[in-house]
């Protein structure tokens, strides 16, 4: 299959300044950036699914140039209906470290560039951006952009000049690699699309040369309609565990291991074969298959625990998504007698707690609670099991490897 048909066959194909998307398979320069700010200190699948169009160009060729923006993440992306506060630098450093960890991580390839617009911007004079890049725009123009109108139209919250002066940045951005390294292709998601036209606009008007655009649509969540993202509050995480922020506090931003598979697992049929092609690197005649089998036995769902599989592989490992699946089994086998040594294992895998703790402090250390009293409420409810026996001890501590369980599906170990 050639680059453009897998693009169109997986989704990923939305608007872009590429009138044929075959001119993709015989393109000379082939070469591609894609940007992420780094806003948070973890990606979300929202950004994996632009990531997977990332390595689809990269499996046929392309050479991968990856932006991680110091300089971007400064200001923020404007959103649609309010002002970013802004990050500290500790903070915008420490979470370009994750993100760039992650990235890397999906986007394996010897001839990944990693690059960071602060490295172009530390130094940059005011005066020669204005001049430069500012004088390349007209205000019409900018104020035409949607988020612009949507920020200052009728009950908009108004718009600050940094914001406003987003898109002239990550344009800038655009220009600079041409210039540098000669990238005159940038993928994104839709909703970056109007912020990658102004690079196309500078390169056209101070290099007097042609560049594109490619992006991918949103994907949308099957279950309640909106899109994969940190913002919409349905986010789940690349990290697998909480990373320790600069003030020394855990971050909440990760998806354990055990959970983020579970979340590929419980997808609907009606959605199963749209995530399979964007999420996975099966190819067509292995998805075709997997859905044929499917359709024969769905109470199987074998489609279902393909894409927990090759979703967990791409962000985990195949080596951790084999492990996690056969947990998966045993936990909803019915039998919760583990060993120690096997509890032991689960470790990396699902919610920790260290062993000589209570039981409340357990629950609320593995997220399983939010706090001791909703802990004690549960346990008097009879929704907490230790290695398979229903606990109705709020006082209890744990002196040996265990596995809590609590209600139906959500599980932790002590060790």
């Avoid at 992650?102 to 130094?123: A, C």
């Avoid at 399979?276 to 067509?284: F, G, Q, R």
């Avoid at 489609?303 to 967990?312: D, M």
Wanted: aromatic fraction near 10%; charge should be negative; hydrophobic fraction near 40%.
């Amino acid at each position: 299959m050639k680059l453009s048909e897998e693009l169109i066959w997986r989704g990923f194909s939305a608007k872009t300044t590429i009138k044929n998307p075959e001119d993709l398979d015989t393109r000379e320069n082939k070469q591609f950036y894609w940007g992420a700010d780094p806003s948070a200190d973890s990606l979300t699948i929202g950004n994996l699914a632009a990531l997977m169009m990332c390595a689809c160009f990269v499996r046929h060729g392309y050479k991968p140039y990856l932006l991680i923006g110091g300089a971007t993440g400064q200001i923020g992306d404007p959103k649609e209906n309010s002002e970013r506060e802004l990050k500290s630098i500790e903070e915008i450093e420490f979470n370009k470290a994750c993100i760039k960890k992650q990235v890397e991580g999906i986007i394996r390839s010897e001839n990944t560039v990693m690059v960071d617009n602060i490295d172009w911007f530390r130094d940059m004079n005011y005066l020669t951006f204005l001049r430069e890049v500012g004088k390349s725009f007209s205000m019409t123009q900018l104020l035409d952009r949607q988020f612009v109108q949507n920020r200052i139209g009728d009950g908009g919250c108004g718009i600050s000049y940094a914001e406003f002066s987003y898109t002239l940045i990550q344009g800038y951005d655009f220009l600079h690699l041409y210039r540098k390294y000669g990238v005159n292709l940038q993928l994104c998601g839709a909703d970056q699309y109007g912020n990658c036209a102004s690079g196309i606009h500078l390169i056209r008007r101070l290099e007097n040369a042609e560049a594109d655009i490619w992006s991918t649509p949103l994907v949308i969540d099957p279950a309640t309609g909106r899109k994969f993202g940190k913002s919409e509050g349905n986010a789940i995480w690349l990290a697998a565990t909480p990373a320790r922020l600069p003030n020394g506090e855990k971050s909440e931003n990760y998806t354990n291991i055990f959970d983020f598979y579970q979340f590929w697992l419980n997808q609907p049929d009606s959605a199963v074969e749209y995530l399979l092609k964007i999420y996975t690197i099966y190819d067509k005649t292995t998805i075709e298959q997997l859905l044929k089998d499917h359709a024969e036995a769905p109470e199987k769902r074998i489609a279902q625990k393909a894409l927990a599989l090759g979703a967990t592989s791409v962000v985990h490992s195949k080596v951790t998504a084999g492990k996690v699946a056969e947990l998966t089994d045993r936990l909803f086998g019915g039998d919760l007698s583990f060993s120690a040594s096997e509890i032991e294992s689960f470790a990396g895998l699902l919610p920790d707690a260290p062993l000589g703790v209570s039981i409340l402090d357990d629950l609320v250390t593995t997220g399983l609670a939010p706090s001791k009293s909703e802990a004690r409420k549960l346990i008097k409810a009879g929704a907490v099991s230790i290695n398979g026996e229903k606990t109705l001890d709020d006082t209890r501590v744990i002196n040996f490897p265990a596995l809590i369980k609590k209600g139906k599906n959500k599980f932790a170990i002590v060790c």
